[in-house]
């Protein structure tokens, strides 16, 4: 038999032994639950994520469809404007529009004999154009209205930009 020293000896590491695995197991138990928690943390950062890249895909839809709203009108408003100055000048060369332009009599070197002078309808002296400085004129105006309608086009982008980065004008 065991000698009583030993005998103690023999309990004591038993005693340790059992501590030992219980203290494993908790060790072990509490991993696991720092394994869980730390999974779900990471579950609910995805999807918070994905819900977030959704939410941006959307915005980035929705921007799209109005820049093309705004590059659509502003084409067709383009194309109609090159129709008005197209028929404008057909006219003029037609001779179905003429301009005029007011003039103070006597102030002027004698008018050449292809543009004719007369009076206005207010006692106004008027002095017609020639065909090829009313298309320089149509021409010259049409221009300035592309121009204009460009600016509006860019000022519309502006804006929808800022829109949809700050949310609508409170």
Excluded: H
């Excluded at 006597?106 to 002296?125: L, Q």
């Excluded at 004129?137 to 086009?153: F, I, M, P, T, Y």
């Amino acid at each position: 038999m065991l000698k009583p020293i030993g005998k103690w000896l023999l309990y004591a590491l038993l005693l340790a032994g059992t501590i030992g695995l219980i203290w494993l197991d908790g060790y072990r138990s509490s991993d696991a639950e720092w394994r869980l928690a730390d999974q779900q943390r990471k579950a609910r950062d995805a999807s918070a994520v994905a819900a977030r890249i959704n939410t941006v895909r959307r915005d980035e839809r929705a921007a799209a469809a109005s820049q093309a709203v705004i590059a659509t009108t502003y084409q067709e408003r383009l194309q109609n404007e090159i129709a008005d100055r197209d028929r404008a000048i057909a006219d003029l060369r037609a001779g179905t529009r003429r301009l005029f332009v007011p003039v103070r009599a006597g102030s002027c070197e004698p008018v050449p004999t292809t543009v004719a002078a007369g009076r206005g309808g207010d006692g106004e002296a008027r002095a017609e154009l020639s065909v090829a400085a009313g298309e320089f004129l149509e021409r010259l105006g049409s221009d300035a209205d592309q121009l204009a309608r460009q600016l509006a086009a860019c000022q519309s982008i502006v804006v929808n930009d800022r829109t949809l980065i700050n949310g609508p004008a409170q």
